[in-house]
T-cell receptor, first 116, second 115 residues
């Protein structure tokens, strides 16, 4: 069974600085999708960025980018120019390309604090 | 921008009572999901639903749980006889048949408290 591990329960960053959140996963599959979701205090899950495993190019969405290392099974999220509104829980998630249920497997989350 | 909606936002119930959580997925989506998140824990998959039947369910989704798409727009999760440990945030999500990795879009959640 696939697992997703987020080893940093909490991270802190100064406003306008850059922070990297770590995520590793375990799978025997070669084709899959990876996601980062943000959960602000309102607790709604908001998609931040996504990556297809067969694409070598790292995904980028404005200030958010990923460092996808397939061989190392690592999928870290970099937030540049951090803003106060970035403060939230961040969840890494895995989705098999083979599983017809398309279910997401989540990590335990990293709480990001942004210091003004 | 289309979004997933859920009602109610909060629900308090007594142990042993039945609850129905409602979701309206994005209109052109065909895959529907329920997840739950116990306070302070990770988000856990409960069930996926496609073509009016369950695609997969987790071990959490026992006989006390059921899902239904009663009409063309709603997707419901029923808990027949609630237990204290059912207290959690319940998220509905939907995804389209096409598109990037069938990205799932989440609703705002229903916070269920069982007393």
């Amino acid at each position: 069974a696939q697992t997703v591990t987020q080893s940093q329960p909490e991270m802190s960053v100064q406003e306008a600085e850059t922070v990297t959140l770590s995520c590793t996963y375990d799978t025997s599959e070669s084709d899959y999708y990876l996601f980062w979701y943000k959960q602000p205090p309102s607790r709604q899950m908001i998609l931040v960025i996504r990556q297809e495993a067969y694409k070598q190019q790292n995904a980028t969405e404005n200030r958010f980018s990923v460092n996808f290392q397939k061989a190392a099974k690592s999928f870290s999220l970099k937030i540049s120019d951090s803003q106060l509104g970035d403060a939230a829980m961040y969840f890494c998630a895995y989705r098999s390309a083979m599983d017809s249920s398309y279910k997401l497997i989540f990590g335990s989350g990293t709480r990001l604090l942004v210091r003004p | 921008e289309p979004e997933v909606t859920q009602t109610p936002s909060h629900q308090v119930t007594q142990m042993g009572q039945e609850v129905i959580l409602r979701c309206v997925p994005i209109s052109n989506h065909l895959y529907f999901y329920w997840y739950r998140q116990i306070l302070g824990q990770k988000v856990e998959f409960l069930v996926s639903f496609y073509n009016n039947e369950i695609s997969e369910k987790s071990e959490i989704f026992d006989d006390q749980f059921s899902v239904e798409r009663p009409d063309g727009s709603n997707f419901t999760l029923k808990i027949r006889s609630t237990k204290l440990e059912d207290s959690a945030m319940y998220f509905c999500a939907s995804s389209s048949l096409q598109g990037f990795g069938q990205t799932q879009y989440f609703g705002p959640g229903t916070r269920l408290l069982v007393l």
